[in-house]
């Protein structure tokens, strides 16, 4: 149990287009859901904790309208990158939480994303 | 605000070694702690989960342990294989907040 998917799994874009990645719980309902960020050789940094029917937090430095998160339901949440750069080139991993407070969080497989 | 330090960077060892991978962190009111494993290129796998109340937690030949009052949690892998290379990571949230704050990794390769 607790599975979280991504889709795509990997993609690739040119330069001021925008991509969205979908983050999934499978065989649960996830009330928080957590969009990171992974740069090479680094570690991951959230970028923003969004819940089920609410707007998105999002973290110091994170541009909101650059990084649009929905979380329309209990099992699926989207992060689209806006206008992306080259700069915006990272491993974009999500979490999923059942709960609050002290439920573990599951992760997915995180999409890697290439803007040329 | 937490911070979440491991040492070391990276390990090389040869196979068969018993391991400890280090994890400070500032904030000692938290809820858990949690070890995960990154294979290059990959999403995150959850290893152990240790609660506040507890002191370790064991799967298979992995080990963890905390210790609140230090600010410190161990690793400890026994008998590394060569399938144990990937990087380790250990995070926790602080208490009162749902981020979940990650260190820095350690990088470990068992080789042959």
């Known amino acids: 149990g607790a599975v979280v998917s991504q889709h795509p799994s990997w993609v690739i874009c040119k330069s001021g287009t925008s991509v969205k990645i979908e983050c999934r719980s499978l065989d649960f309902q996830a009330t928080t859901m957590f969009w990171y960020r992974q740069f090479p050789k680094q570690s991951l940094m959230l970028m923003a904790t969004s819940n089920e029917g609410s707007k998105a937090t999002y973290e110091q430095g994170v541009e909101k309208d650059k990084f649009l998160i929905n979380h329309a339901s209990l099992t699926l949440s989207t992060l689209t990158v806006t206008s992306a750069h080259p700069e915006d080139s990272s491993f974009y991993i999500c979490?999923?939480?059942?709960?609050?407070?002290?439920?573990?969080?599951?992760f997915g497989p995180g999409t890697r994303l290439t803007v040329t | 605000k937490q911070e979440v330090t491991q040492i070391p960077a990276a390990l090389s060892v040869p196979e068969g070694e018993n391991l400890v991978l280090n994890c400070s962190f500032t904030d000692s009111a938290i809820y858990n702690l949690q070890w995960f494993r990154q294979d290059p290129g990959k999403g995150l796998t959850s290893l152990l989960l240790i609660q506040s109340s507890q002191r370790e937690q064991t799967s298979g030949r992995l080990n963890a342990s905390l210790d609140k009052s230090s600010g410190r949690s161990t690793l400890y892998i026994a008998a590394s294989q060569p399938g144990d290379s990937a990087t380790y990571l250990c995070?926790?949230?602080?208490?009162?907040?749902?981020?979940?704050?990650f260190g820095t990794g350690t990088r470990l390769q068992v080789f042959p």
């Open positions: 979490s999923a939480r059942a709960g609050t407070g002290n439920y573990e969080q599951y």
């Open positions: 995070a926790s949230p602080s208490a009162g907040t749902d981020k979940l704050i």
